[in-house]
């Protein structure tokens, strides 16, 4: 039979264009955020956190934004970059119940941005 | 300072044999992960290590798949014998609970074929 993949979300920008890549979790109670950059053929990179008692955290061209009310996420890339041009993964942990679930992250599937020059 | 350091970077090896992936965490770190990616299911955890320590392996797919941490610098992740549906990108990551943050630093991957 056909194999079947998954089929990740897509964001194509030219370059200078914000970018902005969201993403939905699955648990209300989480409590703290991160996105990863994954270039083809390496590890996933931390890019920017959040803690659930923010909504708004801006780093070096990036933003993340919180809104535990419909519990999404988002990564506002400013000037966007040929290398920027990468897989986005949104990750959550929950809180930590006696410490058997720190640091257990929970990854989203993905999205690709690709940034034409 | 070094990242997470894993390796072989690439292995190619046919059904049935013993495949080892190795890591090391960055110094200092007291949490490892062991994380499998391929294009069907995405990144899934399969076993983390607290103080070398396995807190949880839920993630393991079967029997075949062991891990280890004999030491605070070194881990395996055994697959005995392994199968072509085991082909995937194997990522180890490692992070502090002394920073009061839950990132996870990531290494470069083990690419593993199973032919």
């Known amino acids: 039979g056909e194999s079947v993949g998954l089929h990740l979300p897509t964001l194509s920008v030219q370059e200078g264009d914000n970018s902005i890549i969201n993403c939905a979790y699955s648990?209300?109670?989480?409590?703290?955020f991160i996105w990863y950059k994954q270039e083809s053929g390496k590890g996933p990179q931390f890019i920017i956190d959040i803690r659930s008692n923010m909504d708004k955290r801006q780093g070096q061209r990036v933003t993340v934004l919180l809104n535990k009310t419909v519990k999404h996420l988002s990564l506002q890339i400013a000037a966007t970059q040929p290398g920027d041009s990468a897989v986005y993964f949104c990750?959550?942990?929950?809180?930590?119940?006696?410490?058997?679930?720190?640091?257990?992250?929970?990854f989203g599937q993905g999205t690709i941005l690709t940034v034409h020059p | 300072d070094a990242g997470v350091i894993q390796s072989p970077r690439h292995e190619v090896t046919e059904m049935g044999q013993e495949v080892t992936l190795r890591c090391k965490p960055i110094s200092g770190h007291d949490y490892l992960f062991w994380y499998r990616q391929t294009m069907m299911r995405g990144l899934e955890l399969l076993i983390y290590?607290?103080?070398?320590?396995?807190?949880?392996d839920s993630g393991m797919p079967e029997d075949r798949f062991s891990a280890k941490m004999p030491n605070a610098s070194f881990s395996t992740l055994k697959i005995q014998p392994s199968e072509p549906r085991d082909s995937a990108v194997y990522f180890c990551a490692s992070s502090s609970s002394g920073t009061g943050a839950d990132t996870q630093y990531f290494g470069p991957g083990t690419r593993l074929t199973v032919l």
């Open positions: 648990n209300s109670a989480s409590d703290y």
């Open positions: 990750a959550e942990t929950p809180p930590s119940a006696g410490g058997t679930s720190y640091g257990k992250l929970t």
């Open positions: 290590f607290n103080n070398n320590v396995p807190i949880d």
